[in-house]
Structures are given as C-alpha cells and as structure tokens.
C-alpha cells in the first residue's frame, strides 16, 4: 500500500463529521459502546478493556459551519467547545455513550457541565489529573480517580473490567505509542519522507479507529514511507507547540510546510504519546497506570511544573533531540493554557538561543497567507542569518 | 470658578473600620523590612488565611491589588505595559494587571513598593489561570513556590478521595514548606483557635447576605457584596478584627432592617426597589461606581450574587470547623463557587431567584475570566426555563477598562429591565383576565 493510499483513508476518516467508522464499529456487535473524550489525555486503555471504542473528539475543524454553539458561548471563548457542541446538538454524536472530558482549561471542564445537562443519558465524566507528582499524594489520588473512571465505564458496560484485559490493552496502546515515536523518529530524521500534513492526518486517524487497525496503518505508512522516493527540500526544521487542544485546520498545518519550515515535532494530539515509556503489562494495572503518569509523561500547559529550572525544559529537549532549529508557537486563539504559558516557553527558548516566532488560529482559519508569510520569513531568517 | 459641590459620602462605622484594615495591612505588607514578618502571595478562592497566620506570615492577594488597580484607574496602564512585554491580549487581565505593576515599580495603594514574596502559596482552587499566574511570578521572582492542587467538583460531589488529597497536601507539602520560610513551627491548637473566630464571623457575614430575602432588601448584595465580603475573603479571617467588622456589619443592617430602608450606595441610601435582581459573575472594577449607579438610579438592587460566594459557601452551610481544623480547609477550598460544576451552580442560581423572590437573573460576562463565564448563556436559559424569570446579560471585564462599554451596558440593562416589567404586566394581565 502506498503512502497516497494510506494518507487517503485517512484524510476520508478526518472528513467525515457523523464519524461513520465509529458508528459502524458500534453496530458490527451487540451491547457494543463508544466513548468520546476531549483533549488532551485518557487513558484510552480503561476503555478498550471494558471494550468500548475511545473516540477522539477534537472539535469540528474548518468545515463545520457552527450555528447552534455560538449560542453557547461568548465571542471571547475559543471554538472547539463551540463546534463541540455543535456535533453534539445536530446529532452527530448521539451514537456516543459516554464522554469524558479530561482537565485541560476551565472552558472544557466547563463543557463536562454542559454535557451532563445537555444530554442527560449519556455517561458524562470530568477526568482529573493530579498537579502533584509525588506518588504518595498525587498519586495516590490519581489512583482512586482512575479506579472511579473504572468503575464508571464497567457501570456504563455492564461488565467487569479485569486485570487481564487491562494488561492486554496497556500492550497494545504501548505499542502504539512505540509505533506513533517511531513515525515521529522517522519525521525527524527525513522529513521529507513523512511529511506533516501526512502525518497529521495519520495521527488523526488514530483518534478515530480501533487501536489494532491505527498500529497497523501506523506499520504500514512507516513501511511505504520508507520505500518512496521523495524529493528532499532546502526547509528549515521547526518544532510546532501550543497546538495541544484546538487543532489548527489541515490548510494551517500545509501551509507551513509550503511555507518552508519542515515541521520535525509538535504537540498535536498529545494523547498518542502521552506517556513516554512502555507501561508495565503485569502487576497491578492502575497503579502501573497512575506510575507512567506521574513519571513518564510529557510536560505540557496543562501541567504544573513544579520547579522554576524546570520550566520549558521539556520544549527545549524537544528541540534538541528532533534537530529543530527553531519553534513555532502555533496557538489557537484565547486559549489560556497555551497563551500564559507563551512568555515563559520563549524566555528559556532565548535562553537557549533558539528562534521562535508566534502566531494563533482558530479551528476554522481561513486566511493562509499572512501564517505562509510569517512562516516563510521565519525559515528565510534561519536559513540566511544562523 | 468653583468645582460643584459633591454630595459628602457618609461612611457606617463597618466602612470606616474596613478601610483602616485594609491601610494597616498594606502598612505591614510594605515595612517588611522594619517588622521583618515574611509575606506569602496567595489567591482569594481557597484562601487559607488562617494557615499562614499560624506561621506570623502576612497575606498579599494579588486579586486584591489588581482590584485596587482597578478601581483606581491604574490597571489600563499595567495591562497595557505587560502586553507590550509579551502576554496575549487574549488572556486574564488579573494576571496582567499584576504583571505590569511589577513592571512599573510594584507600588501599594499606600504609594510605598510592595516586598518581593518569600513564598508563593499556589491555592489551586476553581480557577485554571492560577496555575499560570503564579509560575509566571514565579519565574520573575525565583521564589519558593508550593502547590495546593484543590480537585475541581466535576461530577457535583465532593469525594473522599479529593478531600483526603487535599489533607495529604496540606500536612506534608503546605505546612512543611510554611514552617521551613517562616521558621516557626506548625501549631495545629492556634490553627483550632483562628478557625473559631472564623466561624464566628461567617455566622454574622451569613445573617447579613440573607437579608436580600427581605422586601426592602436592606443590602445590595453584589455592589454591596464585594465590600461585605472583603474582609473575609482576603488578609482577615480568622482574626477579631474581621469578626468585629462583621458585628458592625450585622448591627448596622439590623438598623437598616428596622427602619425599612434600602441599601446604602455611594448617592446615599436607594429610596426605591422596583426590581430585584440575582446576578451572576464578578463586577467591572474599572468603572465599578458607574456600572452599580446603572442599576441603583433604575431601582434595581441586587438580592443576591454567586461572586460573593467565590470566598466560600458559607450560606450553604459551611463554617471553618476548629474540631476538624485541615478537613475544613480542605472543604472551604473545595466548597469554593467556581470549584462547583456546572449543573450545581445552576442549582444554586435557581435557588437564589426562588429564595430571595428575585425577578430574575442577570449575568455580567467576564470576559477575563473563563472559569465564571464559560457555559454562562446555558446557565441563563436554564434559570429562565425553571424559574419562567426573565434573563439578562451584558459583557465587561475584571480591571480592563477597554472591555466597558458604558453606553452598551447601560443601553441592555434598561432593555432587561423593560423586559421585566412586561413580564409583570403580562402576569398581571392575565391574573386579571
């Protein structure tokens, strides 16, 4: 299978806004159920134990037109939680039966409230998250909320959520957080091979798909990726943050690749490699869980940093180890969490001695010319003057 | 020619005593360096006053001086000169605010620099922007920081689980940083001490908030409210001195309430109350005498607010315990308004409006303040389908004063409160028919 054929599939899973995969694969069985979550991190192997379908919701992107969500919200609250809504009250989801909104900003633990009142039969969760990281405080919280979460979804299912079946799920989302650093390995060293606008869209799929079959598609694209031969450019290499939540539209993330900037890491979609090391598939699963949390999981604004030296530390690794030579700080407009973190991210970048410039979107960003402008003098300065 | 004669403004006893608390813990706070008492920053919500007292630490609530800001027309300045340093004009003008007065010097409202913070006590309690304000000082000040991560009620309760992390913070990330700044050692008998005399004025601030149930309300309970609940909320509870206030307080409502008068405003009492309004969110600051005069000279008073509740439930019965003295904090920061999720909040509103026998609920948008104003138009046809009150809604902010449009404010409050006098009439019309 080619890298086109592939990256069709995907882009077809990305259009579709009644999310036909995911309603097929609740009728192929019986008692079969879906679980929609918001940015940024579950864990998603709770909810294939239980053996539902964890559905990424990440808003509707630039081609939903968003009538009944403005309603819901004021001109200064950013769009996902609007055209979230909007799937919502036109019917788009009501295939889902539970959502879980994991804590990313007050706008989207707000949305967990909405929904509860919104749609009253579907299973309705804020996922909290610990902001303090010793295991015995934090974690020992984050413990009980997983067992909670737990609980939920087996009330929600109807059955019992083992030990096994979560050791067989945490092996299979380690494998695909393998396969997903091995894509993000793979674009850093050639991007040309893999570019961007392909790999967003194979991330995306993940939100949508089995987890077998993303690991598969994963595998796939790497192999035929591989094989091709693409023309190798004169870009610059930038790193793309800020992007955690409200994803920008797919013309944003091309245009700054047409723009010049091969992007080698980024922040879209965070859930894929959340965690960074393989989770232990023996043991006690939760705990295992709640360790890889407070441990092995990325820095992002959602995220206390609990010392000053550590702040941006994670950014700067990044830049490092993908070979970046520069950061676009890609954030959707009033988001908090990535706005008030900004100032912070760019002094240790000058720090650093690495150039950044900023600029911000909204899910449904029309205009591409001013970010290919900005985008292309960015990588016009860093190739002429570094 | 002769400026026109101002009306002199004539202040109650409780005014009087709140001004001279608030001037001599800005003395405190700014003579540091004679006392020597170590300064901690910490937020309104989940404000855990009577801990720091334990340990001789003075209290700066970088809220409070952004309000001071506000209301004294310096914040436009400070947020301007922390925009042009880089912080997006998208986000909390709060932390901007505060922001831009240390770039301008960090002067007190008594004109003196404020001292740099010996700890930064991040109370995480139902607001986001938080957790970012104060790793943004942390940054500026390289100050030790400690965390009270306080569980948002998500789900509408309140588990063990969160109130035993909460516990579990407390004793041994809070109080050990505490005691190691401060150098003194952790007594949990004074801590038992203060909570008392918490109590004691929560009982007094309760009595006074409930009094909008009464026809005349003799209190305007947001206007009003943000000065009742200064105290309380900020550098004093705990302390004889707030307990005092809110005996003053109480008295003079008392005397209000048997004179059958209104609310006292800054034109002297409100003779008449043709409309009685719950609202919800915090007020604008920058123009916080012409927004409130937007209600008083149209006869509306405010019965009851949810911002006077962002310091604590305390009319939903909760009291700082001394029997239970960290269970009790951790409950007072998890009890906090805008810790509450949504369906309960609408609750609380539909409440208000049935209580206090309102007309019905209006909503001042912040625009600063996501944790408040997301899901706010829900929470708005919501009271107007339980209740069959009608709703109203303008949109300022916190201590911007780019965000208050006063022609647009005061053009939709006439129209919500045109609105309610059709709703009466088309009740009366039909009682009649």
Redo the contacts between chains.
Sequence with gaps: MSTAQIIERCQELFDDLNFGYAREWKAAGEGRKVVGFTPVYVPRELIHAAGMLPLGILGGGDQLEVIHGD????S??CRI?RSTVELGVTGRLDFVDGML?P?V???M??????W???FPGVYV????T???F?P???G??YR??LE?LKEGLEQLGGREITDAALHESIALYNENRRLVRAVYELRAREPWKAPTSEVYLLMRAGMTLAVEEHNRMLVDYMAAAQAEDRPRRDNCRTAITGSFCEQPPLNLVKAIEIAGCYVVDDDYMLVNRWLMEAVPTDGDPLENLSRAFLEHSVET??K???R?QD?GRFLVESVRSSGAEGVIFA?P?????A??????L??RLAEENIPYIAL?YAENSGQMQPIREQAGTFADSIKLWE | MSAPNKPEVVKDASMVKQKEMIARNYDLLTSTAEHGRKVSSTFVPGNLNELLMCFDMLNNLPEINAIQNGMRKASGGMIMAAEKAGHSEDVCTYVKSDLGMMAKGNIAPNGKPFPEPDVLLLSYTGCYTFMKWFELLRHEYKCPTVMLHVPYAGDGVVTDNMRNYVVKQLKEKVIPTLEEISGVRFDIDRLREYLRESARAEDDLVWVLETGKRTPSPIDAYFGGVYYIGPIFTAFRGTPDATEYYRLLRQEIEQRVAQGKGPVTPDGDMPEQKYRIVVEGPPNYTSFRDFWKMFYEDGAVVVASTYTKVGGLYDFGFRHDPDNPLESLADYCLGCYTNNNLPTRIDMLEKYVNDYDADGLLINSIKSCNSFSAGQLLMLREIEKRTGKPGGFVETDLVDPRYFSAANVKNRLESYFQMIDQKRRGHHAAATA
């Design positions: 309603a819901y919200y004021q200064y609250i939680p909104f804590f900003c007050d706008v633990r707000n949305l967990s409230g909405m509860k009142i919104n969760h804020f996922f909290d610990p902001q303090n010793d015995e405080i934090g020992r919280y009980h909320e909670e604004s959602c206390y940093v609990e000053e702040k954030a407009s009033f988001c908090d969490p706005l008030l973190d900004q100032p912070m760019q002094s911000q």
